[in-house]
């Protein structure tokens, strides 16, 4: 798979895209999946409490629209620094074109979905997909478009990371469900290959006249690899502190502890595809 060519992220934005609708027509209109989308949010929900509330909100709000729209314009200056005009211009509007399209989803898809055991506390009908996520999302593959080759794996492995902790951060606190999150990774995902598509199909068009961007070498995964033992190691000391009510608790709550991974499992799957396709195309005349 090679993002030097328009046909890979083409192909890979109408995956996306249906997988998009996929997930919206579960998410509304099929009772099973709703159920699960209804007893996985419980389990995020029940891990929440009174400490680690003030914690869950500045991570959730570190996708609100101001950092949105200013991480929009670092990434668009750090690729204009970095010569990829294409990829600087492009940025901001992909940025506003996920957003603006999350938002209409919202608006037009809304619809109750009432759970009693939330109480007064009902998530708001207009919440498919996710706004929060889909932001998190596109800012952390809008980063590796605009990163060095060299440390693309590096920045992918930092974006899904925050991706995923803005995702638990809002589920935890009882804003979204989990399908609205899927949601929003994949309008997210889905914007960001129709335009790395373009930006292939423009190069091949119009060829740049620069040279050849240094290749990245299999040492600069190192790195990543490090945040994901980071990461790893993190999520298992905090089992270790309590094992038998972890243990407790995921077996209580199955249906959230496999909600949880596949979250993980989609945010950790859409940044490393974006790290891989530009890794196998970096020793050639770079897109962009």
């Not at 898809?109 to 759970?115: F, K, V, Y």
């Not at 996710?130 to 440390?151: E, F, I, Q, Y």
């Not at 589920?171 to 790395?196: I, R």
Request: glycine content about 10%; overall charge positive; proline content about 7%.
């Amino acid at each position: 798979m090679s993002f030097r060519r328009p046909g890979p992220p083409l192909a890979l934005a109408v995956i996306t895209a249906t997988l998009l609708a996929l997930t919206g027509v579960l998410a509304k209109l099929v009772p099973i999946t709703q159920q699960g989308d209804a007893h996985t949010l419980q389990g995020f929900v029940g891990l929440n409490a009174p400490r680690l509330t003030p914690a869950l909100d500045r991570i959730a709000h570190l996708a609100d629209p101001a950092p949105y729209a200013l991480w929009a314009l670092v990434l668009a200056l750090v690729a204009l620094l970095r010569g990829r005009w294409r990829v600087a211009l492009g940025i901001p509007l992909v940025f506003f074109l996920t957003g603006y399209t999350t938002e209409s989803l919202k608006h037009l898809l809304a619809g109750p979905r009432i759970e009693e055991w939330l109480g007064h506390a009902q998530i708001g009908a207009a919440s498919w997909p996710s706004g929060h996520s889909t932001a998190a999302m596109t800012m952390a593959l809008c980063a590796v478009l605009a990163a060095p080759p060299r440390l693309r794996p590096t920045v992918a492995a930092i974006g899904g990371a925050f991706a995923l902790a803005v995702a638990y951060a809002i589920l935890t606190l009882g804003w979204h469900f989990p399908s609205d999150v899927f949601g929003g990774y994949l309008v997210a995902m889905t914007y960001v290959m129709l335009f790395v598509a373009l930006v292939a199909w423009t190069e091949q068009r119009w060829p740049s006249r620069r040279g050849v961007e240094q290749t990245a070498r299999p040492v600069d995964v190192l790195p990543a690899f490090g945040v994901a033992m980071l990461a790893a190691g993190a999520a298992g000391g905090l089992a270790l502190a309590r094992p038998q009510q972890l243990v407790g608790y995921a077996a209580e709550h199955t249906t959230f502890v496999v909600g949880a991974l596949g979250i993980a499992v989609l945010a950790v799957l859409l940044a490393g595809v974006m790290a891989l396709g530009f890794r196998s195309s970096s020793g050639t005349a770079r897109p962009g």
